[in-house]
């Protein structure tokens, strides 16, 4: 009965949070914290996402280092693995597990054995956040070491809320208010970086927009939505039918909107 009454408070709160105007990323990290009263969670990652693209645009994070970040990047968008985001994206279930995809052999999973396990977490459950065709927004949510894994009650509340926090990402993106606050269009700027996604050099343009657009501005790291524009230029080499050059639309903290490109410099 408490568990019932806490998952039926939980929602309650997800749905108001998500129904009240507020910014994505006051969305994702209050809906998370509500969350935990009918989930338990260790550990959770969510981001905005373009959905055009599916490309992360902005990030909440919680006890998860950020060390851990560009490893996770790289399994999302350069190694065979399930649950990835693209995928779900588009799936029949947007939720699931990773106990579940493995089907009760977390082994079989690189992530789990190479990023989760030295992390001392334990299985993984992951959402993509749509409204019809469209993504919004991805959420990863790690628990404690355990053979258990998520329960399928709780995976049906995650699922639940989907639309919900998928309603909330995009009247936060299209109904905020634009204000730029400068005149003019900002320079174009260049980030040079390696296969790895670590910054070799930059312009002083680039500088100013990635202040604009960091996760958040006590982190020293790039912003996570260039990492992985970056990293998706990588998968795309693997293909010779690749299209184009992938890119994201990012928004600033003043009200612009960015677009990042990435593609290969040859020497």
Do not use: K
């Not at 030295?118 to 956040?129: I, K, Q, S, T, V």
């Not at 749509?130 to 998520?150: I, K, N, Q």
């Not at 260039?226 to 039918?241: C, F, G, H, K």
């Amino acid at each position: 009965m408490g568990q019932h009454r806490s998952t039926d408070r939980a929602r309650r709160d997800i749905v108001r949070l998500c129904h009240s105007g507020l910014d994505a990323d006051t969305v994702l990290s209050e809906s998370l914290t509500a969350l935990r009263a009918a989930v338990p969670i260790a550990a959770y990652w969510a981001a905005t996402t373009d959905p055009a693209t599916v490309l992360f645009t902005g990030s909440v994070i919680d006890a998860i280092p950020e060390s851990a970040t560009p490893l996770f990047l790289a399994n999302e968008f350069l190694d065979p693995d399930v649950n990835h985001f693209r995928v779900l994206a588009t799936a029949p279930d947007p939720v699931r597990s990773l106990f579940d995809a493995t089907e009760g052999t977390p082994d079989a999973s690189a992530r789990y054995r190479d990023i989760l396990t030295p992390l001392g977490m334990g299985d993984e459950l992951r959402a993509a956040l749509r409204t019809g065709d469209a993504c919004w927004g991805v959420l990863c949510l790690h628990r404690e070491p355990s053979p258990a894994g998520f329960r399928p009650d709780e995976i049906v509340f995650v699922r639940s809320m989907t639309a919900h926090l998928a309603e909330g990402l995009r009247a936060a993106v299209l109904l905020s208010e634009v204000d730029s606050g400068a005149d003019g269009h900002p320079a174009p700027g260049l980030l040079l970086l390696d296969d790895a996604g670590t910054l070799l050099a930059r312009t002083p343009e680039a500088s100013v927009l990635l202040a604009e657009v960091a996760d958040h501005p006590a982190r020293a790291a790039l912003p996570q939505a260039i990492v992985a524009v970056a990293m998706r230029l990588r998968s795309l080499e693997q293909d010779p039918n690749s299209p184009a050059v992938p890119r994201i639309r990012l928004r600033t903290r003043s009200g612009r909107w960015l677009v990042a490109h990435a593609s290969r410099l040859h020497t």
